[in-house]
T-cell receptor
Framework: GNSVTQMEGPVTLSEEAFLTINCTYT??????LFWYVQYPGEGLQLLLK?????DKGSNKGFEATYRKETTSFHLEKGSVQVSDSAVYFC????????????FGAGTRLFVKA | DAGVIQSPRHEVTEMGQEVTLRCKPI?????LFWYRQTMMRGLELLIY????????DSGMPEDRFSAKMPNASFSTLKIQPSEPRDSAVYFC?????????????FGEGSRLTVL
């Protein structure tokens, strides 16, 4: 079945550091890939997405590239801010999964001033 | 436009009591999902509806859980009787259209504590 694996947290960085959160997936067919972010006390919200191989999703300085050859969708940001502290979820959705969105376990990010 | 609205935001109850969680999806969205979030198991899909019809309830943990969607603007998730292991944050989400590119829109969640 479809699944998503992402790096365990928490990840603790200083402000302006470079961020990478790894995500790999298993799926048949051609899934769409997503990163969602959850701020404390809130629901998840879409951060970025990519719908086909080699697509790059980007938003708010975050980027992720859909790599079919490595089945990966790593999240990166060049310079994190304290306000980026949150939990980040990698997710996939595919027709073979009945259009259900499958989430990874989430990675908590702490950014120190 | 209002987002997905859930109520109550917090619920504390005693074991054995009935719990009802409510959700109003975004107007015009034809898919509605119920997720449960815990530290141990992460985000689990419980059930989802398309045009008010339950499509997949394979994630519902047991018969104590039930969900309904009587119309396009309202859904409930009921637990009867509740148990301490049901303590979690329950999220409702909605989306538009049957594609694999559409995003989910989440409510703020209902935090349930069963004593």
């Amino acid at each position: 079945g479809n699944s998503v694996t992402q790096m365990e947290g928490p990840v603790t960085l200083s402000e302006e550091a470079f961020l990478t959160i790894n995500c790999t997936y298993t799926a048949t067919g051609y899934p769409s890939l997503f990163w969602y972010v959850q701020y404390p006390g809130e629901g998840l919200q879409l951060l970025l997405k990519a719908t086909k191989a080699d697509d790059k999703g980007s938003n708010k300085g975050f980027e992720a590239t859909y790599r079919k050859e490595t089945t990966s969708f790593h999240l990166e940001k060049g310079s994190v801010q304290v306000s980026d502290s949150a939990v980040y979820f990698c997710a996939l959705k595919s027709v073979t999964g009945g259009f259900k969105t499958i989430f990874g376990a989430g990675t908590r990010l702490f950014v120190k001033a | 436009d209002a987002g997905v609205i859930q109520s109550p935001r917090h619920e504390v109850t005693e074991m054995g009591q009935e719990v009802t969680l409510r959700c109003k999806p975004i107007s015009g969205h034809d898919y509605l999902f119920w997720y449960r979030q815990t530290m141990m198991r992460g985000l689990e899909l419980l059930i989802y509806f398309n045009n008010n019809v339950p499509i997949d309830d394979s994630g519902m943990p047991e018969d104590r859980f039930s969900a309904k969607m009587p119309n396009a603007s309202f859904s409930t998730l009921k637990i009867q009787p509740s148990e301490p292991r049901d303590s979690a944050v329950y999220f409702c989400a909605s989306s538009l259209g049957e594609t694999n590119t559409g995003e989910l829109f989440f409510g703020e969640g209902s935090r349930l504590t069963v004593l």
